[in-house]
């Protein structure tokens, strides 16, 4: 089982900044992709950003040249960097990792977070 722990949410006026970390632990023999999705209530989920094991990168529209995904494999580590957040962005991010959990595991597992809130005032 790979288990994420996240951190980092909060509230931010508009304009501000954040940054989210998720950190994963467990069996973990290698890690496809890590990313961060979000979900506002009403709404669906949706993709924020996510990094691959190359460190190739992919962004949601409403956030590209605001956000910014890194990840440090040493520490199974994901990071976002949030700026120039606006009330729009104000969701439950929850880290999402795809990893083999051993050497014989042919199939990658999907793992999530719990969530942590990001709240945006104007």
């Known amino acids: 089982q790979v288990q994420l722990v996240e951190s980092g949410g909060g509230l931010v006026q508009a304009g501000g900044s954040l940054r989210l970390s998720c950190a994963a632990s467990?069996?973990?023999?290698?890690?496809?992709?890590m990313g961060w999705y979000r979900q506002a209530p009403g709404k669906q989920r949706e993709m924020v950003a996510v990094?691959?094991?190359?460190?190739?990168?992919n962004y949601g529209d409403s956030v590209k040249g605001r956000f910014t995904i890194s990840r440090n494999n040493a520490r199974n580590t994901v990071y976002l960097q949030m700026s120039d957040l606006q009330p729009e962005d104000t969701a439950v991010y929850l880290c999402?990792?795809?990893?083999?959990?051993?050497?014989?595991?042919?199939?990658?597992?999907?793992?999530w977070g719990q969530g942590t809130q990001v709240t945006v005032s104007s």
């Open positions: 999402n990792v795809i990893a083999r959990t051993s050497v014989v595991a042919t199939t990658p597992q999907v793992s």
């Open positions: 467990g069996s973990i023999f290698s890690i496809n992709a």
């Open positions: 990094i691959n094991s190359g460190g190739g990168t």
